[in-house]
């Protein structure tokens, strides 16, 4: 063995080793841009659904502001409120609260739907969609 093929095979060697590193930074480059895009998704998810989830009538107040009608009823023991919101052109979309007489701040989202239309707005997506101020990232 000769000096020159011991010289050559140290740098094959370097280069087999480099072309391993450049692969596997690569596939961690990949993984990373994988799990960060779930993440953000997921985040945003979560954000959504926690808007959706907490929506009383006094939040939907203090985020879009005053209803265009706002009408409670009380049958004891239960206190139904309803409140309508302008949504774009022709859309009206009517929220409907309930709680107990003895509980004034509990109180539970029944439903979200368009006057319009039977369109309903179950899934928390469909609730900020419709109207964007429930939206907590605006």
Sequence with gaps: ???????????AWYMAGSVVLVIGG?????????????WFKETRERRVTKASDSVTPDRLIARCGA??????TDVYPIVKRTM????GAQRTIVFTFTRTADEPQNWVL?????????ASYDTPEARVSVLSCLDSSK
């Design 67 to 72: 209803a265009a009608e706002d009408t409670t």
């Design 84 to 87: 309508s919101y302008k949504s």
């Design 110 to 118: 029944l439903s979200m739907k368009d006057s319009v239309g039977s």
């Design 1 to 11: 063995m000769n000096l020159p093929d011991a010289k050559s095979n140290k740098q």
């Design 26 to 38: 690569l596939l961690l480059a990949q993984f990373l841009i994988v799990k960060a895009g779930q």
